[in-house]
């Protein structure tokens, strides 16, 4: 099993400084696109780089990303893009996965799985507890979010090679193997594998007492379920260059599981267990020195599994601080990446510009600040 959450799935093409236009978003459209043999697509479309790149929603909420050379014919069929119900996005969720497949609705969600009805239970509630809590620490951050207008789809999987199964059909391009769970971008689902492995437990306490062998298994419905409320409230806007350093940050800096509680987390602030101490290791064996300017500028060690340790640690203490410690910056910063474009990316140069317009400082300037703060935390029991 992997030691450090999975990154959130995304394929997005993008494009740095090109002109770019928005059709009306109120419309419904279909694209007939060659790929290789004619095949339509229905919805709204979010945005388009002439010549280049037309993002498309369906109803679902799945993106398309078309590139212009693909497309055969477009047509506006005059009527509003209305997004699926509850009951719509349901039927939609059971066409896409195996039979045995049962729907549990919460306020929030729409989980679908074919897990024992116990555990599904406690991961609805698990989500909206960490739904309310979310929104709870952007008021009190004073950061301007909105809560979705639709449920938020999840599905849960039994077994692993049900789960690898869907992933390899959903992205191809992916390995997940030993993943636990992940954030799709383009659909807008969370898909969760059940590893407590047994449809047996028939009550609530033997849930609990078996998640509470396995944390990681809530870190990862928490970790997930941050990504997916982050795109589906304003904070971070779908197909556009969203930083992984804060994407993974956040959703770590909510992760932390606490056994005192019911569904072992109740907040988000917790001091991480994995990462704190692979900060100070890193720190002790002169791995961080300079290395700011390069998280936030790039992604590519977020993509390196060499690298991918190291760069989730420093991310985890990053987003840490800066919450902690610089409360106003980060809603500068926030509403920066609300304000970004879908398939339209910065240069390294515009990232650390970004960052130091909203922290004053440049990452790599705040090094000796973040270190002495990670120093000095404890972690959470």
Partial sequence: MR??????????????????????????????????????????????????????????GKLHQIPTQQILSRV??????????SSELVADLLRQVPDGFEIVETEHYVLCSNSASEYVQYCGELLETVFDRYFQFMIGQKIVVTQPTRKLPIIVFASAAEFQTFAAKQHPEISFADTPGYFSVSD????????TGDRSIRSSAGIRKRMGEKFLQVA??????????AFNSGLQVRMADNPLWLSEGLAMYFETTSSR????????????????????????GNR??????????????????????????????LTHYLIREKTNGCKLYFQSLSQ??????LTAEEKILEFQTAFGKSPDETERELVSYIRRQRVSR
């Fill in 188 to 195: 807008n689902q969370t898909l969760l594998l059940d590893l």
């Fill in 76 to 85: 506006n069929l005059d009527e509003p893009f209305v997004s699926f119900s």
């Fill in 220 to 229: 990862t419905i928490v970790h997930e379920a941050v990504h997916q409320l």
């Fill in 288 to 317: 961080i020195t300079g290395g700011m300017n390069s998280l936030v500028a790039s992604d590519a060690a977020f993509l390196n599994s060499d690298e991918m340790p190291t760069a989730y640690c420093k991310a985890w203490a």
């Fill in 3 to 60: 030691h450090w959450p999975s990154i959130f799935a995304i394929i997005c093409l993008l494009a740095a400084n090109l002109p770019r236009c928005i059709a009306d978003e109120e419309a419904t459209w279909t694209i007939t696109v060659d790929n290789p043999t004619p095949t339509e697509f229905r919805g709204r479309i979010l945005a388009e780089i002439p010549d280049s790149a037309v993002l498309l929603e369906e109803k679902n």
């Fill in 340 to 345: 970004r474009k879908p398939m339209v990316g």
């Fill in 261 to 284: 509680s019911s569904t072992l987390w109740d907040r988000p602030g917790r001091v991480n267990p994995r990462h704190q101490p692979a900060f100070i290791k890193l720190l002790n």
